[in-house]
């Protein structure tokens, strides 16, 4: 494996991380979702699941590579926007440390992938 598919391995990892951590939070409560922790595990399994494809489609040189890198950076970007909207606006959920480190993972890791890719393939898009 070589650097940028260590980062993008880190990236998932992360995001499975924060996954396991919105539980906690009842994160569905955020979004005003009816159907609780029910159906918050109905949508991890194809946001889970479609990630670790993507890791494949990375680590396996896929020609759908760079698809799956846009995928898991906009993945974590969003995250990251969605969560500084919920501390913006005052919400008290993932309000400890652990929290606060695997957003800013998630945000550095995402960012880091999308230079890392563009360093490695400077002509490429990434789709």
């Given at each position: 494996m070589n650097r940028l598919d260590?980062?993008?391995l880190c990236n998932l990892t992360v995001l499975c991380t924060h996954q396991i951590d919105a539980a906690y939070w009842h994160e569905w409560e955020l979004?005003?979702?009816p159907g609780?922790?029910?159906l918050n595990l109905m949508l991890n399994l194809p946001l889970i699941g479609s990630a670790l494809l993507a890791l494949c489609a990375i680590v396996t040189r896929s020609p759908r590579a760079g698809l799956a890198h846009a995928y898991l950076i906009g993945l974590g970007l969003l995250t990251v926007v969605l969560h500084g909207g919920f501390y913006a606006t005052g919400h008290s959920q993932f309000m400890q440390p652990m929290s606060y480190l695997l957003m800013v993972a998630i945000g550095v890791l995402s960012i880091g992938q999308c230079l890392a890719l563009r360093s490695?393939?400077?002509a490429k898009p990434l789709a």
């Open positions: 260590w980062i993008s979004f005003h979702l609780g922790n029910q490695d393939n400077p």
